[in-house]
């Protein structure tokens, strides 16, 4: 199914504004209905309080039933407590004026259920039709019923609020004229009216209705940007309202170029999957974004539609715990970092590094200490002293390779000495190693394959003939054996615990990370691949890269975490979210507590549904690390192939397919660029022909009559055009503006902008993706174009950024022509 041909009702539909005089009096109106909402509201938190109130005391009862039902009770309260208190902002937005319904049926919240009208609701007559209205909805953020349980508010979300979307003047259904409502607070401050049956309006059985207004969209789309996105909830349009209410079963795919919505979409409908269905997605919605700076532009919708708390919204570089990305590959590196063939070289060096230098990966744990206390000079540890079962004195002890693993075991039992040598140790190693498991996991058959070893070569087999002695006489004898500290530090030493850090700091070795990816990677990418690696100490601390974190939870995956003695509880991010951090519940102090392990691994895994925003970005490896947090999840992936940065497509699209598994698919495609003015969106689409020819640019929604302005910046003036345009910027618009350069430039277009306010932010070109501004400023577009394979796309996202007005400045690379105007973006 696609949501093509979207009808521009705004810019369609007449109307027929009748001067302040009507203005007022629809205003107060709708102020009427507010205050009457409001009145309900205070009701209800009244409501809410005595219901904590009381559940608070019901604790003091004191019985785990009686608990547990307080619990439940303050629960409940509180967060519907939090809503109602969260959503009194613009509570209210739309309004709809209907006729009756098709088949006279009313849905739980009273309001007609068919989207089409009655068939004798029209009435064509010798003066022309007429018709009544039968029901007029209000809608907004959340449901509210009066006392007598009739819908004062309809959530955005209900089946009866879509057609408040859904409605255009070409398939009208049964909405006459559909209302914005502009309010803060408590005060209405004014009404967008749409006629979406313009016939009908002077021929109303109760009079004509009044069309106040311009069109809720345009005024919506003309308002200056912040550093923080709005939500759209109060114009989201017909074809982006069917992505949002797309049924979750499976994968729901959107595309669409730049400025359609995608983000958005994706944001309501996260809020939208909630209210539809809370207890399923209990299991948490997680949104991945590309960057930190679209997490943050992008936080605060879900909150003012009402939804947080089940919603994760994380840049792609911040989804392993603990490990936030802080650089950016470069483009060569990155894209070797983010291919599939890393797959390979990471599992062979999650085995290799069982066999590196200790302190090179760095272990966990006791073999973290380069030497035991008990080392002899010649290396070799010996334990005398402890007793076997038998009155033969076991102990253990270990021959380490100076700065290596160690290459034998010793110990004492039945009174004489058994060694493992290097030829032997290793075989066990290849032994335990022969499957996929992860490393980690596989210490414990290790060190049972050990003790086998051990215990054949006392020659203890051969001296019991009856098995059940056998069997008691070896128990003993792993006991005592085990029970050594020496056994556990050659243990510790011969196969650490291996962090997925460490494993990554070793392959900063360039003979290593060669001989690890041996036949996948050429000298030339292991070189470049050591080398950006080379930032991390030892057992990997320091600053990682966006592509380092996708490597880092593969290695998770590939080491694996072993169970570890439970923790102290952490503070579980849904009670702060609701408001009830303070309170811990009966539940959380009788039921085993979770260790932090334990927590990471089911974040990883547990989501119920998976949104991924620009999805053409992201790399084969990536792919893989969203792909184990959604495996039983249903998901909605939104990108725009023209605006992708990962050089090789079909590489991403196989990893992809992975991720999302045989589910089945349902498509849109978005249509209407909201964001560019037609001047800026027509520049932009040039140098869509040359980065993806044949593709259909967006059609942009609105035009400003500025024209894009170009200025030259060569010979060193790069810096000073780019200033002096931001701050003619900064005087015309009303809101921000963006200074988009080559990603190699970043720190130095800062130097450029300073001291010009917060209104203005320089930016890398990789750095823009999703963002927006009142106006841009885009540095040499041939120094982004040259920055990568991909470099046009991300001109292309580059140029796609501001609402109102864009100026290039262009450098020694652009070879402008006598206006100033690139060589890219000529005809
Ligand atoms: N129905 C709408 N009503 C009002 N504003 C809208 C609507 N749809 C989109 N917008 C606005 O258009 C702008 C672009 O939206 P958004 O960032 O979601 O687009 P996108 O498709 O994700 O863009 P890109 O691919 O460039 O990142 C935002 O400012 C958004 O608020």
Known sequence: ?????????????????????????????????????????????????????????????????????????VFRAGVHLNRLNSEFEDFLFGRIDLLPGKDGRRGPDGAYTSVEPADDAIRTGPDGDRAEIAETLHIGRIGVLDAEYAPLVIDWRAPAAAPFYRSTPVAPGRVVRRRVIRSKGRRVLGVEDDLLRPELSATLDGGALPVVGDGALMAALGQARGHTMRDIVASIQAEQDQVIRAPAASVTEVEGGPGTGKTAVALHRAAYLLYQDRRRYAGGILVVSPTPLLVAYTEGVLPSLGEEGQVAIRAVGSLVEGAEATTYDTPAVARVKGSSRMLRVLRKAARGALELPRGAAAPTGSASSPTSPSSADNGQLTVDGALDAHGGRPGAGSGARPGGPPERLRVVAFGARIELEAEELRAIRQNVLGGTAPVNLLRPRARRLLLDALWTRSGAPRRYTDPELAAEAREGFDEDISSED??????????????????????????????????????????????????????????????????????????????????????????????????????????????????????????????????????????????????????????????????????????????????????????????????????????????????????????????????????????????????????????????????????????????????????????????????????????????????????????????????????????????????????
Do not use: C
């Open 1 to 73: 199914m696609a949501a093509h041909n979207a009808t521009h009702d705004d810019r369609t539909a007449p109307r027929e504004d009748r001067g302040d005089g009507v203005r007022d009096s629809e205003i107060r109106i709708e102020q009427a209905h507010l205050d009457r909402v409001y009145h309900r509201l205070e009701e209800k938190i009244h409501e809410a309080e005595f219901l904590m109130d009381d559940a608070a005391k019901r604790g003091q009862v004191g019985t785990p039933g009686a608990l547990a039902e307080r619990d439940a009770q």
């Open 486 to 827: 020496s056994f556990q530090e050659f243990l510790d030493a011969w196969w650490p615990e291996l962090t997925p850090r460490s494993v990554l700091a070793a392959m900063a070795d360039e003979r290593r990370l060669s001989r690890w990816s041996r036949r996948v990677l050429n000298p030339r990418e292991v070189r470049q691949v050591a080398r950006s690696l080379g930032r991390l100490g030892p057992d990997g601390q320091g600053a990682l890269s966006v592509h380092d974190v996708a490597l880092l939870d593969e290695l998770i995956t590939l080491l694996g975490t072993p169970a570890r003695p439970a923790a102290a509880r952490e503070a579980d991010p849904l009670d702060q979210l609701t408001g009830l951090d303070e309170l811990t519940t009966y539940a959380d102090r009788v039921s085993p507590r979770r260790s932090r392990a334990e927590r990471a691994e089911r974040e990883r895994a547990d989501y119920a549904h998976v949104i991924v925003d620009e999805a053409q970005d992201l790399t084969p490896m990536q792919w893989r690390m969203i792909g184990r947090r959604g495996r039983h999840a249903t998901w909605t992936v939104v990108g725009d192939p023209a605006q992708s940065s990962w050089s090789d497509p079909d590489e991403a699209g196989r990893a992809r397919d992975e991720a999302l598994g045989s589910r089945p698919r349902r498509r849109f495609t978005l249509t209407v660029n909201y964001r560019n003015p037609a001047e800026i969106a027509e520049l932009a689409s040039k140098v869509l022909t040359l980065a993806m020819p044949g593709t259909p640019a967006p059609e942009a929604v609105r035009s400003t009559g500025v024209a894009p302005r170009f200025v030259p910046g060569a010979d060193g003036g790069l810096g000073a055009a780019a200033r002096r345009e931001a701050v003619r910027l900064l005087a015309e618009v009303d809101g921000t503006v963006g200074v988009v350069v080559a990603m190699n430039r970043r720190a130095q277009a800062r130097q450029w902008l300073t001291g010009l306010g917060d209104r203005v932010v320089a930016l890398g070109s990789l750095e823009a993706k999703g963002l927006e501004y009142d106006a841009t400023v885009v540095v040499s577009p041939a120094e982004i174009a040259d920055e990568s394979p991909a470099g046009l796309r991300v001109l292309y996202v580059a140029l796609t950024r501001a609402t109102q007005r864009l100026t290039v400045v262009s450098g020694d690379r652009d070879e402008p022509d006598g206006n100033a105007v690139p060589d890219l973006l000529r005809d």
